[in-house]
């Protein structure tokens, strides 16, 4: 090679790699499969084009019951906006006539001069929106550039739910419908609330007044407490419901009631008003299980709690009760699915509340033993897969975690992703397994930073685990997706944990 042409050569190389990096940067790739979405979607192809939407681009909507939904595409993208017009850029409708697709399935087919998002039922579009909102890249350049292709969509298990703990450390209602739109961004459907347990009573009862002036005044560490007014709890259940969510409100029984026992003397056996707690042990408390009064006060709380809660699940706990004697747990238990019963609500309860004669319709949800939850099994019972070493949130990722628990196992980022709910109990057979859920216990979690170091980014895992198909999930291509979401982390100020097994400079291939 004479001087010009190596020089030629070299410039051609410099050249040519400029032009790889600008593109890289500039353009999004133009096949949809290249996507960086979780949970990943059932079915995902791409055409190989580019559909450009406006900043101002038009939502139509088929339905009624889709202004919602429509709204809150809006509020997450200020710009958008209804339209009557058949030609609108964005199509909402319920005619997608799948019958897979269940209610909270979807199918969108992006073309490149519209997006047509259709499902059975309105949960099944603001899911879909939630996978739209993945594919719109953050930054603020128009228009928005989005590879064409077709997504077809549903969910593995009807259950997908995440746990907040209010009682060991309060959260207020602004930070817990923080927590909704984390979980609703990943489609789960559930929020649980433990609205009760030794440090703490975060649920205005209007006929049992001093669960709050006295029951809620403290938690862990001493602080001041607090707790939800009715009006208040259902404004989280409002603003849960507009995002698919149910609200599981779950009042622990019999144990884990220090903070009702201190607050009324006759649901302790000996009479005596019990002592506020701050601590963090468990499995000392227990309601006096042969006191009629204590199935009055049961009566109560329930009466009103199913009264404000539209969804069909009342949470009964019912686990560690180490202080109460075994047959009166399982005749409290008994009473207790009685009084669920009668307000029209399906218990739900710990996997402890499987030695109770339970009935078939009632929902046990796994956490420690296996045994319990195969006798429920074979009682025909759904079974919710929280399994401690796999599921808590708040378990160290390692030994170096500023805050958490390690009493069941650390849970690294890989750990969490890297399970199969079918493989967790080989007694309870698929067609049980109801959905998943990922707890939060809150005992070294004070503050929303808290919450958002330990749950970001295992939540992510949490919600492909109970969407997407187990043969399709995969560590090395998951790990890649979730490196992506960091970008919408830090857009919406969420403070996560840095985990060391994922390659979080490998950005958005999408953006
Ligand atoms: C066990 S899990 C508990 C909770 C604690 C948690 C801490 C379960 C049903 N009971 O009371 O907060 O461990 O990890």
Redesign the pocket.
């Given at each position: 090679m004479n001087l010009e042409s190596k020089y030629a050569y070299v410039l051609g190389l410099v050249l040519g790699a400029l032009l790889l990096v600008t593109s890289c940067e500039t353009k999004p790739p133009t096949n949809l499969a290249d996507h960086t979405l979780i949970p990943h979607p059932v079915e995902i192809a791409g055409t190989g084009d580019r559909f450009q939407l406006a900043r101002a681009a038009t939502i139509q909507i088929a339905d009624a019951s889709l202004q919602g939904p429509a709204e809150y595409l809006i509020k997450a993208q200020p710009g958008m906006k209804l339209t009557t017009d058949q030609k609108a850029d964005i199509v909402l409708s319920l005619d997608a006539n799948d019958e897979q697709l269940g209610e909270e399935g979807y199918v969108m087919n992006i073309s490149d001069d519209q997006i047509l998002l259709s499902a059975n039922h309105s949960g099944g579009v603001f899911h879909g929106l939630q996978t739209l909102l993945q594919l719109i890249p953050l930054s603020d350049e128009r228009p928005i550039e989005i590879p064409t292709g077709t997504i077809r969509d549903y969910p593995r298990y009807a259950y997908r739910g995440s746990m907040l703990?209010v009682s060991?450390h309060f959260f207020g209602v602004e930070d817990v419908k923080r927590y909704i739109d984390f979980i609703a961004a990943y489609k789960f459907n559930v929020l649980h609330l433990h609205l009760t347990?030794d440090q703490g009573w975060r649920i205005e009862i209007k006929s049992k007044p001093a669960l709050t002036a006295i029951g809620a005044s403290t938690e862990v560490g001493g602080g001041a407490g607090g707790f939800y007014t009715q009006e208040q709890y259902q404004d989280i259940v409002q603003y849960a419901a507009d995002r698919f969510i149910t609200i599981v409100p779950e009042i622990d029984l019999p144990g884990?009631t220090q903070a009702a026992l201190a607050s009324y003397p006759e649901l302790n056996c000996d009479g005596k008003v019990g002592e506020l707690y701050t601590g963090t042990k468990?499995g000392f408390s227990t309601l006096c299980t042969d006191n009629e009064a204590t199935y009055e006060f049961v009566d109560a709380v329930v009466k009103e709690l199913a009264a404000i809660t539209p969804g069909p699940f009342i949470h009964i706990g019912g686990?560690?009760s180490h202080a109460t004697e075994k047959e009166d747990f399982i005749y409290f238990i008994n009473r207790a699915q009685k009084i669920v019963s009668k307000y029209g609500k399906t218990m739900m309860g710990?996997d402890e509340i499987a030695q109770g004669e339970i009935e078939k319709e009632s929902v046990v949800q796994q956490?420690?033993s296996a045994g319990n939850a195969s006798k429920a099994a074979e009682n025909g019972n759904r079974i919710i897969l929280s399994p401690?070493k796999l599921a808590?949130m708040?378990m160290k990722y390692d030994s170096t975690s500023r805050i958490g628990?390690d009493?069941?196992a650390l849970i690294e980022v890989d750990q969490a992703y890297n399970w199969d709910p079918d493989s967790v109990n080989a007694t309870v057979p698929s067609e049980l397994i109801y959905g998943i859920e990922a707890?939060l216990?809150t005992?070294t979690v004070e503050n929303m930073e808290d919450i958002e170091y330990l749950v970001f980014p295992r939540l992510l895992g949490y919600a492909e685990i109970g969407w997407s198909p187990q043969s399709i999930r995969n560590w090395e291509t998951y790990r890649v997706r979730l490196a992506a979401q960091a970008l919408r982390f830090e857009s919406e100020g969420i403070d996560f944990y840095r985990s060391p097994v994922v390659d979080w400079e490998k950005k958005d291939s999408i953006n």
């Open positions: 703990d060991r347990d884990h468990v686990d560690e710990w956490w420690n401690a808590y708040d628990y009493w069941a707890p216990w005992e």
